[in-house]
């Protein structure tokens, strides 16, 4: 066990599209600068998932399956797609009819969206973020949602099925703003955090982190499996080991 997890904590970090939808063209500038996963904030709007940070920012044409499902299912289909996240970001109150519509949506693409605790060759998972309906999920109630875990789940080997990722906000944990030194206490919690993602095969992602070059290689040295930004072509051009 202890000869394995030195190696996963100098892999290269995988890199994730916050809020991805903002960008010129969603899901696509993302996948052409090498990202695999990309986020979008969804509010349930009579019957349908509409894209956007804030409710007044939604528009009618601007769908979770017009930007998301309908272009992965294209990409599929000519043989274009590697295997990709999408986190889907619950913003409105309703979180189990919002899962349950996104259900009923991911079913209209046999063999796009991967099964939970299968081993299949579908090519997208999709993880639940923000206003998760835990007990709904957990419950089985759907084999294709899995959720975005929190430090209560993190290095739980025995949950990594449900929650492959755990996400956290920086600034509950670190005091470091990607200027200066990083103190020693804090880098070592840092690759703590990591290590107990890695025991249990999970991905350990910080969201609110300074959204820098100084703390982008912070996290991969330390070993956070997944590193977050809106700045695309600047995380895409970094040299990590």
Known sequence: MFGVLPM????????????????TRPLFDALDQGFDSVEADVFLVKNEL?????????????????????PLSKLHKEGKLKNIWLMVD????????????LDQQLRRYPGLFSKVGEKDNAPVKVLLSGNMP????????????????????????EQS????????????HFSWKGKGAISEIEKAKLKRMALKAASANQQLRFWGAPDLPE???????????RIGTDNLSGLAKQKFN
């Open 90 to 101: 619950i913003k409105t109150n309703e979180a189990e009819p919002s899962a349950i519509l």
């Open 215 to 225: 703390c982008w290689k912070i996290q991969a040295e330390s070993g956070v499996q």
């Open 134 to 157: 835990r007990e709904w999920v957990c419950s089985g109630k759907s084999n294709l949602l899995r959720l975005d875990g929190r430090e209560g789940e993190l290095g739980k080997a």
């Open 50 to 70: 509409l894209v956007g940070h804030f409710f007044w920012e939604t528009k009618p044409e601007r769908t979770l399956e017009s930007l998301y499902l309908l």
């Open 8 to 23: 996963q904590l100098t892999a290269k970090p995988a890199f994730h599209a916050h809020n991805d939808y903002l960008h």
């Open 161 to 172: 099925g449900i929650f492959p990722w755990v996400s956290e906000p920086w600034s509950k």
